[in-house]
Every structure is written in C-alpha cells, then in structure tokens.
C-alpha cells in the first residue's frame, strides 16, 4: 500500500469498541464517528526494524491506519479524535469504494490530500530520520512548501490561515450577490476588499 517496502506492511485491527471502552469520547463524538467510519486497522509501520531509517528522539515510528468510510466524507473532527486519543504518530488512509485519500494531524490542523484512485496514492519516503519522515510525509499531505527551512507548525497555521481567509471571502461574495439593499451591498463589498488586504491578493 502507498508503494511503501512490503517489509512495513502489518495488520492489526483497532475496534470501535475498544477505542470507545478505553478512551470514552463524548457521545456526541461517538455518534459522529460512528455515523461515517465503518472500521479501522493499522496496515503500516515504518520504523527502524522496517526500513533502513532511524529513529529520532521525538519519533520511533509511524504507524499507517486503513479507515474503511461509510460515507464519501469524513469529517475532520473524527481524524482529530482519533489523533488526540492515540499517542502515536499516525498517518490515514480514509477509503470510500476505490478512491482514498491521505490524512494527518499536526499543530492542531487536520490535513488532507486530494481524494484518487487507491492504486493510485502514493507516499515517498524522505528524511534522514523518523521525525523528519513524518514531517515530509504531513507536508506532502497537506501540500505545504518547507524548501529553504520552513518550519512546519508555522507551515500549517498559515495555510489554514488563508484557507480560513478564502473561505470567508467566497462566503461574503455569495452573500453579496444575494443582497438588494445598497448600502448593505457597499458594506460586504468593503468587508472583501479587508479580506482580500489581508490575505495578501489584490483588489
């Protein structure tokens, strides 16, 4: 799976159950998950007694989870759920019918790679260690640029920063082509305008 070395492949299941037994998530939280993931297993594991990679101090290894959906999208909350409950570091491979797509969570962001063909999904290798592996395999994800240093935590918030930003653009031009008033119109116009300022386009 993602032309990964047959060497890392593992399959261990992780149910529901005992996920919702030992970490007892708010029902509200149970409920969304259960609503859209139909069950899970750890198909991967990439450490030094896998590939010829060392461990770092903060990395021993990265753990690849297969997460069968029940619905076309998967909420990001359920992969922060996920995330915040298991201490590991753990990439997802969120598969509906044969599409998939990649999926990570890092500096309290949920990233997640454009949905293809599972034969098509991919995830190259690259770092000198663990930690440096892990941090290029969320930047590819989460198509973030760290050439010339770039720190990866401020990578992240300032692409969902402007991820934010566009959002609320596209809001706020949706909402002024609806709006008859004048003055209300000028309004929103001027909010976009802000907007745009602030996200660094132009006029």
Excluded: H
Aim: net charge positive; with cysteine.
């Amino acid at each position: 799976m993602l032309g990964l070395p047959k060497s890392t492949e593992i399959s261990k299941q992780l149910p529901k159950k005992a996920i919702f037994d030992r970490f007892k998530p708010k029902p509200n939280e149970r409920k969304l998950f259960d609503e859209q993931i139909n069950r899970m297993s750890i198909v991967t594991e990439i450490s030094p007694q896998t590939v010829a990679i060392k461990a770092s101090a903060d990395a021993r290894a990265v753990y690849v989870v297969l997460v069968t959906l029940k619905t076309p999208e998967c909420d990001k909350k359920n992969i922060a759920l996920l995330s915040r409950l298991i201490d590991q570091r753990m990439l997802f491979v969120l598969t509906y019918g044969d599409t998939a797509r990649l999926a990570a969570y890092r500096a309290d962001t949920v990233l997640m790679s454009e949905s293809k063909p599972l034969t098509e999904l991919t995830l190259p290798l690259s770092g000198l260690d663990l930690e440096a592996v892990w941090e290029n395999a969320i930047a590819q994800i989460g198509g973030i640029d760290l050439s010339g240093g770039k720190d990866l935590d401020a990578a992240i918030a300032e692409s969902a920063r402007r991820e934010k930003l566009t959002k609320q653009i596209a809001s706020l031009e949706a909402k002024a082509m609806k709006e008859r008033q004048p003055r209300k119109k000028w309004e929103i116009a001027e909010e976009i305008k802000r907007l745009k300022i602030e996200l660094g386009g132009t006029l």
